[in-house]
């Protein structure tokens, strides 16, 4: 008995200094999953607002403990105005956080009128995700990552200008140009990209 | 002494049930906080806007139901549904942007804009009409799901565009009312009833109508043309 208490005793710290010691690897893996992890959750949480959108749920929500399985994450839903057929405008916002990973996801939503019961069609579009640590429940911060996000989107309308403008040859070829800037990895498989990209291409 | 019970009452009611304000959807919290140039705004025909909604929205209602189909050939047809979904909504959004109704870096509140230009120039709001268009939806969700193709399915989204406008601006019918300084008096068109406003239980038919569904007769299209 002494023995198997001695043994314990001289094994647990040896383990746990061992368990501590992990290669640059593990800790980068361990990393990684940590942050596959917040946006996961944060993914879910955005699903979770655009269900009760779907419900009819109206109005700005505030939900700062919502749970994902084991992890958490905070919802913010705020109206920004109207459209064209009564449909009611929001910012959905999901934020998760583990240990010193922080993700915050922002999308655009339309709800529109129920008719007359749920679910009610929702349309999201414009995802746009960060991990600087915005609070999401303050109309400052929320005007200030809509501020930085549309910086980014003005520049995705100057790519979609050009799409829309540039012909299928001038397309592809200006595709094809950014081949050699590509890492190896990827300009293996760029010719069948660029293939579906010019398949895919936004027309007038 | 009753009087004096009567009116503590009633003080006591007024106090503890406020009547309830309804909310604004056109100028939430968000859109009071950013500042908007009203005179930049243009203000075409409500038609052409609506047209676009109907467009995307019933482009996207394909997409989804593609995206929710169980059979290979349909969901096949993913990638072309998103594109048109996708050409639909960068059409309607470069008309808001061209219109100064949308800027990427402000909260989007097209309608609420548009109306508050309206007020300004006109001294009234438009009444847009909210629908959902469930039975046109209804009938692009059967079309993909009969196996259409994205081709069949963009022209029966494009014949079931709104003919006329759907919404209504109340100043119209009723003369005078200031004319229009902003845009040349391009805007108020199609107006359905005296009132201004239209019977908006009756909305979904009216869609049906307009789009040359059902073909059915009806107090107001006897024939069923």
Redesign the interface.
């Known amino acids: 008995m002494v023995m198997v208490i001695g043994l314990i005793a001289i094994m647990m710290p040896v383990i746990f200094m061992l368990s501590r010691i992990g290669g640059s690897q593990t800790q980068l893996a361990i990393k990684y999953h940590e942050n596959l992890v917040a946006e996961t959750v944060a993914f879910s949480g955005s699903n979770a607002g655009l269900s009760r959108l779907q419900g009819n749920i109206r109005g700005y929500q505030d939900l700062p403990d919502e749970s994902s399985g084991e992890e958490k994450y905070a919802l913010n839903i705020r109206p920004t105005g109207a459209g064209f057929f009564g449909q009611t405008l929001y910012f959905l916002l999901t934020n998760a956080k583990i240990k010193s990973h922080n993700y915050t996801l922002m999308a655009e939503a339309e709800q529109f009128k129920p008719e007359p019961t749920p679910p009610v069609l929702v349309i999201s579009r414009d995802y746009w995700n960060t991990v600087e640590p915005y609070e999401i429940s303050l109309m400052a911060d929320v005007l200030s990552m809509q501020n930085y996000r549309g910086m980014e989107l003005l520049r995705l309308e100057e790519t979609r200008t050009f799409e829309r403008q540039s012909t299928l040859d001038q397309y592809k070829s200006e595709m094809q140009a950014k081949k050699l800037r590509l890492p190896a990895e990827i300009q293996s498989g760029w010719d069948k990209i660029v293939t579906t990209l010019v398949d895919e291409k936004i027309s007038e | 002494m009753k009087k004096i019970l009567l009116l503590v009452l009633l003080l006591g009611l007024v106090i503890s049930g406020p009547p309830a304000i309804a909310?604004d959807?056109?100028?939430?919290?968000?859109?009071n906080?950013?500042k908007v140039d009203v005179d930049d705004i243009k203000l075409r025909p409500?038609l052409e806007?609506?047209q676009a909604?109907?467009e995307y929205?019933l482009a996207?209602?394909a997409y989804n139901s593609a995206k929710k189909s169980k059979d290979p050939a349909i969901r096949g047809k993913i990638?072309q549904l998103m594109?048109q979904y996708?050409?639909a909504?960068?059409r309607f959004l470069s008309m808001m942007?061209a219109d100064k109704l949308y800027?990427?870096?402000?909260?989007?509140?097209?309608?609420?804009?548009?109306n508050k230009k309206l007020k300004k120039d006109k001294g009234n709001k438009r009444n847009?009409?909210?629908?959902?268009?469930?039975d046109l939806?209804e009938k692009i969700k059967k079309l993909v799901e009969s196996g259409a193709s994205p081709k069949e399915i963009k022209e029966a989204i494009h014949a079931s565009l709104p003919k006329s406008a759907m919404?209504a601006d109340p100043c119209d019918p009723c003369n005078p009312c200031p004319p229009n300084q902003g845009d040349g008096g391009s805007i108020g068109q199609g107006n359905v009833g005296k009132d201004g406003g239209r019977d908006r239980d009756r909305d979904?038919d009216e869609d049906r109508d307009r789009a040359g569904f059902g073909n059915r007769p009806s107090p107001r299209n006897p024939g069923g043309k």
């Open positions: 909310e959807d056109e100028s939430p919290a968000l859109e906080a950013v409500a806007i609506e909604v109907m929205m996207f209602e990638v594109k996708r050409e909504y960068a942007h800027e990427p870096q402000k909260p989007q509140n097209p309608a609420g804009r548009y847009w009409k909210p629908t959902a268009a469930k939806r919404s979904e």
